[in-house]
């Protein structure tokens, strides 16, 4: 079935037809109007070879397989599928920026510590953080904090932490955080700890960690390293 609308190819292609078509019934009135004039009495001065009459047929033959050919590519066209433009949700990009980076002090022992940081999205589509790794950790997992019942509980976002396009998330203790689960080593303070991060389009993004004291707000609050 024909489409509603031709695509640019499909109208040259059809335009190259149409003039063929006309080019070969432009001959085919022609050498019929000179046949005619052959056989008439009163214009001689017009006559043509006797062989026009196969002229005449092998014209009429290659109109009709003008007319086949272009019935065939058309066909041929409009069976292909079409190229879609992207569209805007397709076509927009995220720019990832994570500053503020920082991490607590852990004790011997124990197995996981919190990650905290704010993550800047100045691109045009939004994003998603949905995990990394690190050297230091077996897995690094995106949590929240949920309150039930008057108790806060922490839960995985499984689905990971979206970032807005042009806007920011903060990564913070008692919010959205990041958990580095499955410790390898303690966490000492003042040392930076390698972390890479995995966006949906941004991709890997690699940070370093700075280490603070236990009960630490971050690195800009009191108490924080003055390093």
């Not at 076509?91 to 004790?107: D, N, P």
């Not at 932490?161 to 913070?172: I, N, R």
């Not at 930076?192 to 993004?205: C, D, I, R």
């Amino acid at each position: 079935m024909m489409h509603a609308t031709l695509n640019n190819r499909q109208a040259r292609l059809l335009m190259r037809i149409r003039w063929l078509a006309w080019g070969a019934i432009a001959i085919l009135i022609a050498a019929d109007f000179a046949a005619r004039a052959d056989r008439h009495p009163c214009r001689r001065g017009l006559r043509l070879h006797t062989q026009y009459g196969d002229y005449l047929m092998t014209i009429r033959i290659i109109l009709a397989a003008t007319a086949l050919a272009g019935s065939v590519l058309l066909s041929a066209c409009n069976s292909a599928p079409e190229t879609e433009a992207p569209t805007e949700a397709e076509t927009a990009t995220s720019q990832i920026a994570i500053t503020g980076q920082w991490s607590r002090e852990t004790a011997f022992g124990q197995d996981a510590g919190g990650a905290f940081m704010t993550i800047n999205n100045s691109g045009t589509g939004a994003d998603r953080l949905t995990g990394g790794s690190t050297p230091v950790a077996g897995e690094v997992q995106v949590h929240t904090v949920d309150m039930t019942d008057g108790v806060m509980r922490m839960r995985q976002l499984e689905d990971g932490l979206e970032v807005p396009a042009g806007g920011s998330v903060t990564l913070k203790p008692g919010s959205f955080h990041i958990m580095l689960m499955q410790l390898s080593q303690p966490l000492g303070q003042g040392e930076t700890v390698p972390l890479t991060f995995n966006f949906e389009k941004a991709g890997p993004v690699e940070v370093e960690l700075v280490v603070e004291p236990v009960g630490s707000q971050g690195p800009d609050a009191a108490g924080g390293s003055n390093d």
